[in-house]
């Protein structure tokens, strides 16, 4: 059991650290973690990923706050809009087979590498060549680098809102994700934000989405308690250590690193949850 309880609190490092750094990513690397290294139910691991990312969310968003890189207008809206995808979402989760479950995650999963090999490409390429905007002045390496991406006279549309809110809500329900990576790029394309702004105000919406969900899951169930408590703990921790990470790293080292994680997690997933399902 103390075995069990170091490799999570070591598991939750790792997930803190994506969240507190990228605005996302938890919920992607926590629920294969749950499953094949602490051999938690694919069912029972949605569940407690819920917590576990929501809780590091919520203590990450507090740093990206104090840096003035949360905007609590729009990420509140969003995260009461999220209910509505949030309802339909996680009564098709109580449907679905727990391996198709997990292959759909994979899929996910190789989706978010290829939103993110595309957002690194576009960061390559001469400011404001993709998207028509003012290039910003550097100040440092990492996420507190104003990464500008607002264009000039972008305003907040509220269908634009409720629409990043729902489809939020979906993947939060239906696949226990928070939706970092599918927040992340929704913000800055959708709605205007720069890219600091829109890693802090994601955690918000995850932090959000997340306590929503586990009410309609009525909670965490088949997790041991020790278990959950390292690997929610060691998260929260590590996603204030990530804040840290973001202003000393920069932000396309961040991704080009963690693209190349997810996919290999996907294709792990994808094997593992194929050969059950044939």
């Known amino acids: 059991m103390m075995a069990t309880a170091s490799l999570a609190a070591a598991l939750g490092v790792a997930i803190g650290l994506s969240l507190g750094a990228l605005g996302g990513g938890g919920s992607i690397l926590t629920v294969p973690a749950l499953v ?4 938690v139910s694919p069912r029972h691991a949605t569940d407690a990923s819920l917590l576990i990312v929501g809780l590091s969310a919520l203590i990450g968003m507090w740093g990206h ?3 003035g890189r949360v905007r609590w207008g729009v990420g509140t809206s969003v995260g009461v809009v999220s209910v509505l995808g949030s309802i339909v979402g996680t009564a098709l989760n109580r449907r679905i087979d727990p391996n198709l479950l997990l292959a759909l995650f994979a899929a996910l999963m190789f989706v978010v590498a290829a939103l993110m090999i595309r957002r690194d490409r576009r960061a390559a390429a001469p400011r404001g060549a993709a998207l028509g905007v003012e290039p910003a002045t550097p100040s440092g390496g990492g996420l507190d680098v104003a990464t500008r991406t607002r264009p000039a ?15 939020v809500g979906f993947l939060t329900g239906f696949l226990g994700v928070g939706g970092g990576f599918v927040i992340v ?11 600091a702004e829109a890693v802090g105000t994601s955690l918000l919406i995850i932090a959000m989405s997340s306590a929503l969900a586990i009410l309609e899951r009525h909670g965490v169930s088949g997790v041991p308690g020790s278990v959950l408590a390292s690997f929610s703990v060691s998260a929260m921790i590590a996603a204030l250590a990530g804040n840290q990470v973001a202003g000393r ?13 997810v996919i290999a997690v996907a294709c792990y997933v994808a094997i593992r949850s194929g050969l059950a399902l044939a």
Do not use: E, I, K
């Not at 094949?36 to 051999?39: H, M, N, Q």
């Open 249 to 261: 790293v920069s932000a396309r080292r961040l991704n080009q690193g963690f693209v190349v994680l």
């Open 153 to 167: 006279g972008t305003r907040t549309r509220p269908a634009l809102v409720v629409a990043v809110g729902v489809v």
């Open 185 to 195: 790029p929704s913000l800055v394309l959708a709605l205007g934000f720069d890219l």
């Open 36 to 39: 094949y290294a602490l051999g």
């Open 65 to 67: 706050h104090r840096a």
